[in-house]
């Protein structure tokens, strides 16, 4: 099994993708499945299936058969430490951190999404399930549960604020998904997520 620090990230990024694919396979009942049908459904070359899938997994895919698909899952689940859960805690209980906490897909990758914080009085409460704190309790929920991860869905204006705090709480890995660059000490990562400039992104795609 490959190291991640030789592997391309293009390679790394293209996991998730296969998981999603493997587990709706297992969901319809498949035990196997080739690298060419892998590739024919995901828009990818059955040579860089193969070549991506020998890199997370010592099991190689059987002549007429194909490769089994509990096992892949269990590899790539591996190799992308899916078997290590991760904490994370929602910073604006808004519209989209509403739906971050009521969505349990990531659960299916590892991560478990603990609770949410708004400085709202009106937003504290519960939101699918998970509680939402005002801001005044981020250290401590953050200490009690060993967070590590924050996602940010607060507007524009309030996000370095709400960055600030989660990095003053211990948090040294954000999700933005406001629209403004952070300012960050290093040893804090930061991912930017900007649902506009996706979308823009795929209707030029989808227009040129």
Request: glycine content about 12%; overall charge neutral; proline content about 4%.
């Amino acid at each position: 099994m490959g190291n991640t620090e030789t592997i391309s990230k293009a390679t790394v990024f293209r996991m998730p993708m296969y998981l999603r694919y493997l587990k709706g396979e297992a969901a319809e009942g498949e035990r196997y499945v080739s690298s060419a049908k892998v590739a024919q459904d995901t828009g990818l070359s059955a040579v860089g299936v193969r070549k991506d899938l020998a890199i997370v997994s010592s099991v190689q895919g059987k002549p007429r058969i194909g490769f089994e698909v509990e096992r892949l899952i269990h590899d790539i689940e591996k190799f992308l430490g899916y078997h290590r859960w991760t904490n994370a805690v929602v910073v604006g209980a808004g519209g989209l951190g509403r739906a971050m906490l009521a969505y349990d897909g990531f659960e299916n990758y590892g991560v478990h999404v603990v609770a949410g914080f708004d400085k709202s009085p009106s937003k504290i409460g519960a939101y699918g399930g998970k509680p939402v704190y005002p801001m005044e309790r981020l250290d401590e929920i953050v200490a009690r549960n060993d967070i590590t991860v924050g996602i940010l869905t607060v507007p524009r204006l309030a996000a370095q604020d709400a960055c600030n705090r989660l990095i003053a709480a211990g948090v040294r890995s954000i999700l933005n998904f406001a629209p403004v660059y952070l300012q960050v000490p290093e040893g804090v990562k930061v991912k930017y997520e900007d649902l506009a400039v996706s979308l823009v992104e795929l209707c030029g795609g989808a227009n040129g």
